[in-house]
């Protein structure tokens, strides 16, 4: 098992800045990638950001490319996601997850994160 604890969400004007933090813990040695997902009200799930654990090749969705940055540090087993020239769409529960193959198998709990003026 894996357990994912989020931090870092709040509330931020238009314009602003938010780093999110991940941190990982568990048996973590099978991570093969980890990413942030995002759900707004009333809609679905989306992706944002993924990283892998080792070489960090990074991707993301159109809607954060050049504002958004996932990276991570091994030594803290910690993934976080810098957030900047953040837009009132991007208000949503950010969530961290895990995976150990295709699919993400573990979810954290979820941090707020509210652009608003």
């Known amino acids: 098992q894996v357990q994912l604890v989020e931090s870092g969400g709040g509330l931020v004007q238009p314009g602003g800045s938010l780093r999110l933090s991940c941190a990982a813990s568990g048996r973590t040695f099978s991570v093969y990638g980890m990413a942030w997902f995002r759900q707004a009200p009333g809609k679905e799930r989306e992706f944002v950001a993924a990283?892998?654990?080792?070489?960090?090749?990074?991707n993301y969705a159109d809607s954060v490319k050049g504002r958004f940055t996932v990276s991570r540090d091994s030594a803290k087993k910690t993934v976080y996601l810098q957030m900047n020239s953040l837009k009132p769409d991007d208000t949503a529960v950010y969530y961290c997850?895990?995976?150990?193959?295709?699919?993400?198998?573990?979810w954290g709990q979820g941090t707020q994160v509210t652009v608003s003026s």
């Open positions: 990283i892998r654990w080792s070489g960090g090749t990074t």
């Open positions: 997850a895990a995976r150990e193959s295709s699919e993400y198998d573990y």
